[in-house]
């Protein structure tokens, strides 16, 4: 196609294999054309497009200098592993990332072997490359092989208590294995800050001796950018009275910083620890997110996710929003209700922008904590801010909230801390995948003792929730809301302060009552649209919270109804199996009521656009009115029969 990047050399390597016939000259060139290919086909799908640009010669001397995939290259999150499926195998699909039935927007092991271990959440790269080290000496054996593992790990996955443990132990075993610090914001300045004054020294001793002539790696031969940053940090140094760098400490050999994108820095160096290796080996390179494409590179995120995009002006080509989102009306609201209130505080993890904190931050930046890639100190730095007498809102993703879960229940609910959770991405969320679904917050939360657990239905519902959150003191509470765009109600001036455990009735019927806990409740009303075209007015209930119960409200629809159904965006164990309990226990079933649950099934939902996902969930309007149809054992229209 005459759109597509000129890619001569790209276009001889089927697989990684391919890369060793070439110069390190061609080299270079194979890394230009894999930097224009991944820019044109992230055009066409969008996604994650800085991280993977930054790493784009990186990757190419790594599958240049090792043997994948018996050698084990793990991306930590895996957002920036575009280049890498370009190089194995899977250029002729590199057009359908993060589609339905398309290539993951991450790394991901049924879909290559080149792909040893999936991620999507970050800074678990260096304990999977230290167990696969640890399985190779123990004589495990995998289908390609167990040769060399090599983590690549950035400095913001590197601010993460988990990779700071797998290094201790790393440094422990003295297992061989390779960690490629990916540094692309030079690791100067907070958020880890306290790391950063150990990034850059030179390792100098024996095996690596000439190391630095060999990859031209002293500061001055540094590029003026990275130059600064290295003598600044080498600075620091110099005041530290612990005899070598951080990760010596820690039993690793310390090379670096070299130019990430410099393949006569690189090459030299992955030949030579790939030749000369014994231990634990930690490479610090210096890249740019969004390198080698000028809108990436000028962009605030440095074009960390993007829509579909025009390659020669950058521009994203974005659908109208015809509603505000979730996530802009909970910042808003936020900001609205700390105005009011000095006490109230905002914590989130590396995701100030995802989370819409960056509204709060930008007016109250003394009371907004971005604690980096870190949701359980996260959490307990919440949890003590409201035992100091402050009115903390910890506003994380739902899967990533699950990477917290001990000190919710420890630090949190144990000790009836009223800590405030706002949790976005509720639900399925699309092009992300299984690895970023919100599907069991409601059942993970729900089951704690003094838990209060609501969920929005639609953005209005989402700034009483704010407002009640802001209210409540008596111990811990949390409201879900999904991705993207409310539906299009009348929002008020204010968010009203809901009374704790009481739901809603939404419309009067008979026969059957449709209990919604969510944002499903748009959908049960097109369900009950459509059923009222066959002659059946269900009554349709927004319950707001799933703990506590609205005891009378659910025990009266069981009591005037033939049956119930209960609807929410979460697994099983959650809402609707709160509900089954209470019935149970009051007696209901022994009268007959006839009772459903709407949950999502017990699979990981892949990848698809949320309305085909809940499709595949069933929960989709069509499927709830069927699901009506068939617990009052009404026939489908026009029901095809065997």
Known sequence: MSDRPNTTLLDLVNRPADLKQFSDSQLRQVADELRAETISAVSVTGGHLGAGLGVVELTTALHAVFDTPRDKIIWDVGHQCYPHKILTERRDRIRTLRMKDGLSGFTKRSESPYDPFGAAHSSTSISAALGFSVARDLGGVTPEGLGDAIAVIGDGSMSAGMAFEAMNNAGH??????VILNDNEMSIAPPVGALSSYLSRIYTEAPFHDLKAAAKGAVSLLPEPFREGAKRAKEMLKGMAMGGTFFEELGFSYIGPIDGHDMDQLLPVLRTVKARATGPILIHVLTKKGKGYAPA??????????????????????????APSYTSVFGKTLVEEAGRDDKIVAVTAAMPDGTGLNLFAERYPSRCFDVAIAEQHGVTFAAALAAGGMKPFCAIYSTFLQRGYDQVVHDVAIQRLPV???????????????????????????NLPGMVVMAAADEAELMHMVATAAAHND???????????????????????????????????????????????????????????????????????????????????????????????????????????????????????????????????DQASPADMYTVAGMNAEQIEAKVLSVLGVATIGEKRA
């Open 173 to 178: 075993l003295k297992k061989r294995l390779v």
């Open 297 to 322: 590179e000028q962009a605030r995120d440095k074009g960390h996710a993007t829509a579909k995009f025009d390659v020669v002006t950058g521009k994203q080509h974005k659908a109208p929003s015809n």
């Open 420 to 446: 405030r959770f706002a949790i976005d991405r509720a639900g399925l969320v699309g092009a992300d995948g299984a690895t970023h679904a919100g599907s069991f917050d409601i059942a993970y939360l729900s």
């Open 475 to 605: 111990g811990p509470i949390a409201f879900r809301y999904p991705r993207g765009e409310g539906v299009g109600v009348d929002l008020p001036e204010r968010g009203e302060v809901l009374e704790i455990g009481k739901g809603r009735i939404i419309q009067s019927g008979a026969r059957v009552a449709l209990l919604s806990f969510g944002t499903r409740l748009a959908e049960v009303q097109k369900a009950a649209e459509a059923l009222a075209a066959k002659g059946i007015a269900p009554t349709i209930a927004d319950a707001r919270f799933a703990k506590p119960l609205d005891h009378g409200l659910i025990l009266d629809l069981a009591a005037n109804h033939e049956a119930m159904i209960t609807i929410e965006e979460g697994a099983i164990g959650g809402f609707g199996s709160h509900v089954a309990q209470l019935l149970a226990d009051e007696g209901v079933f022994d009268d007959g009521l006839k009772y459903r649950s709407m949950v999502l099934p017990d699979i990981f939902i």
